[in-house]
T-cell receptor, first 107, second 119 residues
Framework: RKEVEQDPGPFNVPEGATVAFNCTYS??????FFWYRQDCRKEPKLLMS???SGNEDGRFTAQLNRASQYISLLIRDSKLSDSATYLC????????FGAGTRLTVKP | NAGVMQNPRHLVRRRGQEARLRCSPM?????VYWYRQLPEEGLKFMVY????????ESGMPKERFSAEFPKEGPSILRIQQVVRGDSAAYFC?????????????????FGPGTRLTVL
C-alpha cells in the first residue's frame, strides 16, 4: 500500500464549479499535512497547510480527518487559473507526496 | 532572500555518462530532500540529508545513485552510468528547523528542478 494515495483524476470542471480532492495516508503517526500545487513543468509550491481544526483560505478549504486518515481540499468557484496538479503531502519525519490529482477548469 | 537553487536546469547525457545535479538550499536551511518525478507521475522521495549526513536514503536506487551535502557548498545528486530510465525531473527541497513557534510544521520549499534527458 502506498504511503499517500490520491485519485489521479483528471478532474475536468467548468468555471465556477466546486471541486473536492481527497487524499489518504497510511501512517497514523503522521504529524503534519499539506497541499501543494504544481503547474506543468514547474516545481511544486505550497498551497496551504492542513490544520486539525480545518482551515480556509479564500476559495480553498482544507480538512483533516485523523480517525479515517485522510485530508481533503475543496475549491469553490473554480477559476481557469486553478488548472494544475494538486499534490497532498504528509509528514512524519520525512515528507511523502501523493502522485497528484490533475484539475482542468474549462470556460 | 533567494529561494532554493538548482543547476543545471536542463541536462542532457548519453547512456553510460555521469550526471551531477546541484542544489543550494534556502539561506539558513540545513535540511535537503531530493525527489524524482517521472513524466505524468508524482514526486517520489529519494533521499533526505542534513549537513554532512544522510538521514534517510530509503528512496534511492541501490546502485549508480549517490547523494551528499557537504559542510560547505551545495548538495549533489550523482547518477553514474545513466540509462534512459533515469530521464526525469529531479527536484530538490529544503527546510529549516522545526520549532514550536511554527507549530511544528516543517514546510519544504522546492527548487525549480533539473530536467535530465538521457539519449
Amino acid at each position: 500500500r502506498k504511503e499517500v494515495e490520491q485519485d489521479p483524476g483528471p478532474f475536468n470542471v467548468p468555471e465556477g464549479a466546486t471541486v473536492a480532492f481527497n487524499c489518504t495516508y497510511s501512517n497514523s503517526a503522521s504529524q503534519s499535512f499539506f497541499w501543494y500545487r504544481q503547474d506543468c513543468r514547474k516545481e511544486p509550491k505550497l498551497l496551504m497547510s492542513v490544520y486539525s481544526s480545518g482551515n480556509e483560505d479564500g476559495r480553498f478549504t482544507a480538512q483533516l480527518n485523523r480517525a479515517s486518515q485522510y485530508i481533503s481540499l475543496l475549491i469553490r468557484d473554480s477559476k481557469l487559473s486553478d488548472s494544475a496538479t494538486y499534490l497532498c503531502a504528509v509528514n512524519n519525519n520525512d515528507m511523502r507526496f501523493g502522485a497528484g490529482t490533475r484539475l482542468t477548469v474549462k470556460p | 532572500n533567494a529561494g532554493v537553487m538548482q543547476n543545471p536546469r536542463h541536462l542532457v547525457r548519453r547512456r553510460g555518462q555521469e550526471a551531477r545535479l546541484r542544489c543550494s538550499p534556502m539561506k539558513g536551511h540545513s535540511h535537503v530532500y531530493w525527489y524524482r518525478q517521472l513524466p505524468e507521475e508524482g514526486l517520489k522521495f529519494m533521499v533526505y540529508l542534513q549537513k554532512e549526513n544522510i538521514i534517510d536514503e530509503s528512496g534511492m536506487p541501490k546502485e549508480r545513485f549517490s547523494a551528499e551535502f557537504p559542510k560547505e557548498g551545495p548538495s549533489i545528486l550523482r547518477i553514474q552510468q545513466v540509462v534512459r530510465g533515469d530521464s526525469a525531473a529531479y527536484f530538490c527541497a529544503s527546510r529549516g528547523e522545526t520549532g514550536i513557534f511554527i507549530g511544528g510544521y516543517n514546510e519544504q520549499f522546492f527548487g525549480p528542478g533539473t530536467r535530465l534527458t538521457v539519449l
